[in-house]
């Protein structure tokens, strides 16, 4: 685990500068040097005044079980959300208005987040969990092109993460 | 698994979920990946067929899901279904709304979307905390 500075949140110049046993805190990009941070060290996020540091995990825990019947449910309902995104989309694209546009296109996000809520409760809550690697894994399999390039990328990376 | 409509969203929450773990190049891919999933074309694009599948999901799907997810305890589910209840109600009176006034409603008016839990508000300022679900103004984006 490294740390990780919120920029927004920090004040700058002071206590984590000081107390970082190998000069990570110190750059001129705002951010911590995650290859000299020392793993799991913590000193700076205990220091930082404003709160403004924390460590980024690494490794994460496979979520809970899931209800079968429940998580194809909240799929149904992605896919639904989908459709309304598309839909909104499709609206905007042939509004004679821009209002009517500018609605369209308000709904069409709004939708496209439902949507992803919808996936992260029907199991696909991160890369680095079963659900995502079977789902790559299928994709791999059955698609081709680039699509199956970027599925097997990612296949590669979810997995080592574990 | 999702057939391929829902791949895209499914996508792109890994992608913010990587994001969020700072591995930016695995929240590149994702979202690459999402973008290569445009999925079926939609019915009819008019926003009377949009307002009903939004009235369905309010009717019909929350309330079944609401009692799906309290009968397995599923905390997670619960939540989305609140906020997506929400949300989704929102929307259906934001397009009634528009359906009354037309264009006027949004004149001199700025369109905001919560990025936390898509929340649609309308208005000059984005609301300090979104009234769904909680998150700061800066959590909102604006409508081009
Ligand atoms: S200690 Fe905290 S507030 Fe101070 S410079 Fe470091 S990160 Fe910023
Ligand atoms: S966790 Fe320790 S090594 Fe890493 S930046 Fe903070 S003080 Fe430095």
């Known amino acids: 685990m490294y740390a990780s500075r919120n920029i927004r949140l920090c004040n700058k110049d002071c206590v984590c500068l000081f107390v970082c046993p190998t000069g990570a805190t110190d750059t001129e990009t705002g951010q911590i040097d995650r290859l000299t941070c020392v793993d799991g060290c913590r000193i700076c996020v205990d220091a930082c005044p404003s709160h403004a540091i924390h460590l980024v995990v690494e490794h994460y825990p496979e979520p809970g079980p899931k209800s079968p019947s429940l998580t194809e449910a909240m799929i149904a309902l992605c896919e639904r959300k989908s459709e309304q995104e598309r839909t909104a989309i499709a609206i905007a694209d042939v509004a004679s208005t821009a209002g009517a546009a500018r609605l369209a296109r308000a709904l069409a996000r709004s939708a496209r987040i439902l949507a992803e809520d919808c996936a992260r409760e029907a199991g696909y809550m991160i890369p680095q969990c079963d659900a995502t690697r079977e789902l790559l894994g299928r994709i791999a399999t059955d698609q081709d092109g680039e699509i199956r390039a970027f599925a097997e990328q990612l296949r590669g990376v979810t997995a080592l993460k574990r | ?144």
Not at chain 2, 29 to 50: C, D, N, Q, V, Y
């Open chain 2, 1 to 144: 698994m999702p057939d391929t409509t829902g791949l895209s969203a499914v996508f792109s929450n890994l992608s913010k979920a990587a994001d969020k773990q700072q591995l930016f190049d695995t929240a590149e891919r994702f979202s690459k990946l999402s973008t290569l999933f445009p999925g079926a074309g939609p019915g009819e694009p008019t926003i009377e067929s949009l307002r009903a599948e939004v009235a369905r999901d309010v009717e019909r799907d929350y309330p079944a899901l609401q009692a799906a997810g309290t009968e397995a305890s599923d905390r997670g589910v619960l939540r989305a279904v609140k906020w997506g209840e929400k949300v989704t109600t929102a929307q259906r009176a934001l397009i009634d709304r528009y359906t009354a006034k037309g264009d006027q409603l949004l004149d001199e008016k700025k369109l905001f979307v919560c990025e936390a839990c898509g929340f649609i508000f309308l208005g000059d300022e984005p609301p300090e905390i979104c009234p769904v679900c909680k998150a700061p103004s800066a959590r909102f984006s604006t409508v081009k």
